[in-house]
């Protein structure tokens, strides 16, 4: 299985840019950028340092339900502060186990405090799929005999 740090290298290869807001940028900010990259949660950085994530699912529950403004709000209000990191030695068994116990759709790659990537449980299950499909295939040339 793949470790994480191959997982981003093989995403880089495919311009996968990670978007990040910082703390004190409004809600507001948030939504224009996950909605104008086309994703759901950003890392929340504060001098190069995750400080916390913010998602869709904080802006429905903390915003929204709440009756409260996204003009006003800064993305620190929001955010998840308990944020749960992989370092880029771990391997993709590890971040699935880690987001299913802890009901996590992205995981931010963390080396010495630094951000480096983030993954998202379709970059998973991708990469499980592909795994799975290069068994078969290996498993298929052993009973053939090749």
Request: net charge positive; proline share 4%.
């Given at each position: ?7 981003l290298?093989s ?5 996968q ?5 910082e703390?004190?940028?409004m809600v507001?900010?948030?939504?224009k950028l ?5 994703v759901?949660a950003l890392?929340v950085v504060?001098d190069?340092?995750v400080?916390?994530?913010v ?8 915003m ?5 403004s996204?003009i006003g709000?800064p993305v620190?209000?929001?955010?998840s502060?308990?944020?749960i990191t992989?370092?880029?030695q ?8 880690l987001?299913t116990e802890?009901?996590?759709?992205h995981?931010?790659v963390v080396d010495n ?9 379709g970059?998973?299950?991708?990469e499980?799929i592909?795994?799975q499909?290069r068994?078969?295939e290996?498993?298929?040339?052993y009973i053939?005999?090749?």
């Open positions: 299985m793949k470790t994480v740090a191959e997982l290298k995403k880089v290869q495919h311009s840019q990670v978007h990040t807001i703390p004190q940028q507001l900010d948030a939504l996950m909605a104008q990259m086309n759901g890392p504060l190069g340092r400080v916390g994530i998602s869709e699912r904080d802006y429905a529950r903390k929204v339900l709440l009756g409260r996204s709000t620190s209000e929001i955010m502060a308990h944020v992989v370092t880029p771990q391997n993709i068994d590890h971040c699935m186990a987001m802890g009901r996590l759709r995981l931010p405090g630094q951000l480096l990537g983030l993954l998202s449980i970059d998973l299950v991708k499980a592909a795994e499909a068994l078969i290996q498993l298929q040339q053939r005999g090749e």
